[in-house]
């Protein structure tokens, strides 16, 4: 069964300074990947996902994850965070198509807190 | 192109009673899925709807159940509400033309059961 696990369920990072969220997942299959951000009050936006081509990721607001295989980990990045990136980020897995029975196994999220 | 909709944006019930949520898929998408995501926690899969059948359901129990109609928009029912269902319910909406392209979600509806 899949799994997906956020190490650090708060990151507290200065502005202009790196974000690295951090992603690791169980699968038995080829997975896809995403990464979701949610600001308060707000449902889920999808920032960026994996589906078995490029391995680097490129995303909206200037993120970016990589797949490694064999760290079987999907890691989220950003050059310099920017106080309008605070808020929650999920990480997910999916099965690869198989029919149309799929469904998302999401981490316990992570909290970014951006500090001017 | 339209976006998820989710009515209402927010809910108190009283345990015991009966809700239902809605949700319009983005144009285009023939399967929804509907999540809760309690406070502090990630979201859990409920169940999905494709062409208007349950095809996968999360562990929850028989009390909640949906709906799919032609037009792809789809219910979530919760009957015999507990306090414990207080949680932000997500819909979300996808295509199996567009394999691997992720799910589109609704901004949710914040459900209050007192």
């Known amino acids: 069964a899949q799994s997906v696990t956020q190490l650090g369920s708060h990151v507290s990072v200065s502005e202009g300074a790196l974000v690295l969220l951090r992603c690791n997942y169980s699968?038995?299959?080829?997975?896809?990947l995403f990464w979701y951000v949610q600001y308060p009050n707000q449902g889920l936006q999808l920032l960026l996902k994996y589906t078995s081509a490029a391995t680097l990721v490129k995303g909206i607001n200037g993120f970016e994850a990589e797949f490694k295989k064999s760290e079987t980990s999907f890691h989220l990045t950003k050059p310099s965070a920017h106080m309008s990136d605070a808020a929650e980020y999920f990480c997910?897995?999916?099965?690869?198509?198989?029919?149309?029975?799929?469904?998302?196994?999401w981490g316990l999220g992570t909290s970014l807190a951006v500090n001017p | 192109e339209t976006g998820v909709t989710q009515s209402p944006t927010h809910l108190i019930k009283t345990r015991g009673q009966q809700v239902t949520l809605r949700c319009s898929s983005q144009s285009g998408h023939n399967t929804v899925s509907w999540y809760q995501q309690a406070l502090g926690q990630g979201p859990q899969f409920i169940f999905q709807?494709?062409?208007?059948?349950?095809?996968g359901r999360g562990n929850f129990p028989p009390r909640f159940s949906g709906l799919q109609f032609p037009n792809y928009s789809s219910e979530l029912n919760v009957n015999a509400l507990e306090l414990d269902d207080s949680a932000l319910y997500l819909c979300?909406?996808?295509?199996?033309?567009?394999?691997?392209?992720?799910?589109?979600f609704g901004s949710g509806t914040r459900l209050t059961v007192v």
């Open positions: 709807y494709y062409r208007e059948e349950e095809n």
């Open positions: 979300a909406s996808s295509s199996d033309r567009d394999r691997g392209r992720g799910y589109t």
């Open positions: 997910a897995v999916s099965d690869q198509w198989a029919g149309n029975n799929r469904k998302l196994i």
């Open positions: 699968s038995s299959v080829p997975p896809y």
